[in-house]
């Protein structure tokens, strides 16, 4: 079996989707696929330095517009899948239209090879924040990406949903963490916090990915305001590469803590190694992620505060569903995390400080995440793959 991923971001580019089909290729490489990734040029980094990985990578494209289709086209007549993946985000691949007739346009070029299966996994359904007037334009090349697909995937329930409404038959396949849960070896936790500045009395909350409009950046700065000897770790990185309206929206978060006089209360960090970001997740005390549309499997964010059984604080979905799948294990208040309203300052507190005030309900809800991570391992996420691409080649 050979399968070519199409992926507008892949490392070291920061971004969950780029990270997600990383861990997938890998997988697949263990079940015996052979693999390639197409790519932005701007994950050359990352051939230098895995030159010995198990898979093709093809850092080849260097813009995501209608000349790109030309390097997906030769992509193919070199790797000859009988598999051809799209990992689809829209920001991901520029907000250009391209990939999305990729499936009806590429089969027509000259000398093309003997038609691949087209499968497409969607991330993200939700309205681009980059492009949220584009209205009907949007939603009907979306719709023609899903229908000219052979198969496909949707990575939470939400987006499950969604796509039954178009009339396409998706599978549920879902994301998992894009961090390993070890952290270096010489990891000891009490000075790890010593050497982020936090001391043994102080409780520290962490903030895990980057910051956008969807993830409740001042929702969570407000409620640091209101908990006494705090400090909060905003750690994975400031800044994702597909959207640029990010850079504003820090900005604001930034201006925020200076206003509310708490700039020596909240600690940045880079974008980090895994075994970095592990460290950090392992040294909080309360994982705050208080998305503004609610918690969704869709967000690697959680994913990887589930895999490493953190107490996790998070929203509920603002706007609950008539109808809802529920084919995957559900976030439950007190057995897995604590669920607030979003847009909530004053809940984020009263929860995160709840939380603090029981070493017993941290331990309950940390171990109900980790037991609640083991649906989604990257082996059985890739088992779920490999049926799905074996259906579509007999």
């Known amino acids: 079996m050979r399968v070519l991923f199409i992926t507008g971001e892949f490392p070291p580019m920061p971004g969950g ?28 980094e990352f051939v230098i330095r895995n030159s010995r990985e198990a898979f093709v990578i093809l850092p080849t494209v260097s813009k995501w517009n209608w000349f790109s289709l030309r390097a997906i086209a030769r992509a193919l007549r070199e790797f000859a899948p009988g598999i051809i993946h799209i990992q689809y985000q829209t920001g991901a691949f520029a907000m250009h239209p391209a990939i999305n007739f990729a499936p009806r346009l590429i089969p027509l070029f000259p000398s093309f090879p003997l038609r691949p299966k087209f499968v497409t996994t969607f991330h993200d359904l939700r309205v681009p924040y980059l492009f949220p007037k584009a209205g009907r334009v ?38 998992g963490s894009n961090v390993t849960t070890q952290p270096f070896t010489t990891y000891q936790r009490a000075a790890w916090r010593a050497q982020i500045g936090v001391a043994e009395n102080e409780t520290l909350v962490g903030y895990f990915g980057f910051l956008n409009h969807s993830k409740g950046g001042e929702t969570l700065i407000r409620a640091l305001a209101q908990i006494p000897n705090a400090k909060l770790l905003m750690f994975g990185g400031q800044l994702g590469a597909s959207d640029p309206t990010d850079v504003a929206y820090l900005a604001q978060v930034k201006s925020l803590i200076t206003e509310l006089g708490l700039t020596a209360r909240v600690i940045w960090t880079k974008f980090a190694p895994d075994e970095i970001v592990s460290a950090h997740f392992l040294a909080c005390d309360v994982c705050a992620l208080p998305y503004r549309d609610g918690a969704s499997y869709r967000r690697g964010t959680l994913m990887a505060g589930l895999a490493h059984g953190c107490a996790i604080v998070t929203t509920v979905v603002s706007r609950q569903s008539s109808v ?45 995440a980790r037991d609640l991570a083991q649906n989604f391992t990257w082996d059985k996420i890739a088992q779920q793959h490999f049926a799905l691409y074996e259906k579509l080649l007999v």
Do not use: Y
Not at 17 to 42: D, K, P, W
Not at 141 to 159: G, K, P, Q, Y
Not at 345 to 353: E, G, K, S, T, Y
């Open 17 to 44: 989707v780029g990270a997600c089909t990383n861990e997938i290729a890998r997988a697949l490489v263990a079940l015996g696929a052979q693999v390639g990734v197409l790519t932005s040029t701007r994950a050359r």
């Open 324 to 368: 809802v799948s529920q084919q995957l294990p559900a976030l439950r208040d007190q057995e897995n995390c604590l669920l607030i309203p979003p847009d909530d300052p004053r809940a984020l507190a009263d929860a995160i400080q709840r939380a603090m005030a029981s070493p017993e309900l941290r331990a309950k809800i940390g171990a109900g």
């Open 138 to 175: 949007r939603d009907w090349v979306t719709h023609e990406l899903a229908r000219s697909s052979d198969a496909v995937i949707a990575t939470n329930d939400e987006d499950f949903m969604k796509l039954e409404t178009w009339d396409v038959k998706p599978a549920l396949i879902p994301i």
